[in-house]
């Protein structure tokens, strides 16, 4: 059996799961925390590379340790039910809800705004056209949006690469002090920050593409795949965490220049323009347009395959036009609003997906027993129920007076629980005792799959 991959190959993949990865949000979220961050720059940056480098790294190598054919099938280790719902959350999430109509607004931001300013009708044309060939192109899809984003992703890479070195050599300014969010424990609030790439949740999804491309080159062992995409992910995790420290930099050192910005889209054109005039503008904005439409395209294409397996009597084509659609209307909400109400979303969902990666990785110790994956995934649930409705009420300006007196428990009793890791020990600690319970009575080995 084959057991090793030439370098090139490694690469090869690693660059593919790279362009996978790396989105609207990757652009946007780092640029805006080195605004925010200003002199608290290396805690943050360090926080939001362990959520938005590390756990997506962690998420690809969990699903290929698991053995699981895909992420439904290792959720299923919880309950079946509790598979699809989590999943069909986790697809929606990283599809029409969030992040797909953030790919139509950041192009939109990056590449429209400069020449056309930034109005609502100026947004709706827009994203009615971009949306409109994501729609034709997701209902044809063909081999040339692949090659298109072949060409994207390292053209993506020099044009950053240029900017950030550029930046480096001459910064636009002096670091400024930390705002208000960055005060405190920056280190937390890059870590929560990070959650915002929703990498780690679309590296379950993105796992699957990784290692069936593995096994297309000749890699027929477990052994032989996970190693592979290891080194895969060894890649791709390296350009995105250069890529993120570098963006962050270019925000840390816009702020004296440009004052701060409502998100982080406007800070690489702004930069751009300062750097290189009209044309380094007009072509940063060519390319991420582009690269943002590849993205929405197999944004659609996965959750329309993904639904139409769960309801075959709906055509593919329906799910795709249904989602577009609806992609296109959230997307007129504005770019500020979409990651607004993003937050409680994914304050619910990492916990449940953190906690899933964490019992992957762990479950030959506990002989693959459900009774530890059940347990700690309540445990998870208890507490990010509470974070997600917590940030619900901020987002929408109100309090949930039978909520507090559960957040001050919480906030009392759970270490790390105003940093947003309050989950993180009991869940830990219920995957011990559970995982001792199981093997003491020696009913572990057949109570979830292995």
């Not at 109509?101 to 009708?121: K, L, S």
């Not at 959650?195 to 027929?220: E, P, Q, S």
Request: neutral net charge; glycine residues 10%.
């Amino acid at each position: 059996m084959k057991e090793s991959l030439s370098f090139s190959k490694y690469v090869a993949v690693g660059v593919m799961l790279f362009a996978l990865f790396f989105g609207a949000g990757n652009l946007i979220f780092p640029a805006q925390l080195g605004q925010l961050a200003g002199e608290n720059f290396w805690p943050a940056i360090i926080g939001f590379l362990i959520t938005g480098v590390g756990l997506p790294f962690l998420g690809v190598i969990a699903i290929g340790y698991s053995g699981s054919s895909n992420l439904q099938d290792l959720a299923s280790r919880i309950h079946p039910l509790y598979a699809v719902i989590f999943t069909s959350v986790l697809y929606l999430t990283i599809g029409p809800f969030f992040a797909a109509p953030r790919t139509g607004t950041v192009a939109f931001e990056v590449g429209i705004t400069p020449y056309a300013g930034n109005g609502p009708f100026q947004l709706l044309l827009f994203t009615a056209v971009f949306f409109a060939i994501t729609l034709w192109l997701s209902l044809n899809p063909a081999k040339i949006v692949d090659r298109v984003g072949k060409i994207l992703a390292p053209g993506i890479v020099i044009l950053l690469a240029v900017l950030i070195g550029v930046s480096i050599a001459k910064p636009m300014g002096d670091i400024q002090p930390a705002t208000e969010s960055y005060l405190g424990n920056a280190f937390a609030k890059g870590f929560t920050e990070g959650y915002n790439t929703m990498d780690a949740i679309a590296a379950l999804v993105f796992a699957i593409i990784v290692i069936n491309a593995v096994k297309a080159m000749g890699m027929k062992t477990k052994k032989g795949i996970l190693n592979a995409t290891f080194k895969a992910g060894v890649v791709a995790a390296s350009l995105l965490g250069i890529l993120y420290v570098g963006i962050a930099y270019i925000g840390a050192t816009s702020v004296e220049k440009f004052g701060l910005f409502d998100t982080g889209g406007p800070v690489l054109s702004s930069s751009a323009e300062h750097f290189f005039g009209a044309f380094g503008t007009a072509l940063l904005a060519a390319v991420i347009v582009l690269a943002c439409l590849t993205t929405a395209i197999g944004l659609m294409i996965a959750n329309a395959e993904y639904f139409h397996s769960l309801f075959p009597k709906v055509s593919y084509k329906t799910f795709v036009t249904v989602f577009t659609t609806f992609t296109f209307a959230v997307s007129n909400f504005g770019l500020a609003n979409i990651i607004t109400y993003s937050i409680p979303v994914l304050m619910l969902l990492y916990p449940l997906a953190i906690s899933l990666l964490l019992m992957a990785f762990a479950s030959k110790l506990f002989n693959h027993s459900r009774l530890v994956y059940v347990a700690a995934t309540v445990v998870a649930f208890a507490i990010a129920i509470v974070d997600g409705l917590k940030a619900l009420a901020g987002t929408l300006g109100t309090e949930f007076a039978w909520l507090q007196p559960i957040v001050d428990f919480y906030t009392a009793y759970l270490p790390f629980y105003t940093d947003g890791l309050g989950w993180l020990i009991p869940v830990v600690t219920v995957m011990i005792l559970t995982g001792v319970i199981a093997r003491v009575t020696g009913t572990a080995a057949n109570t979830a799959e292995a």
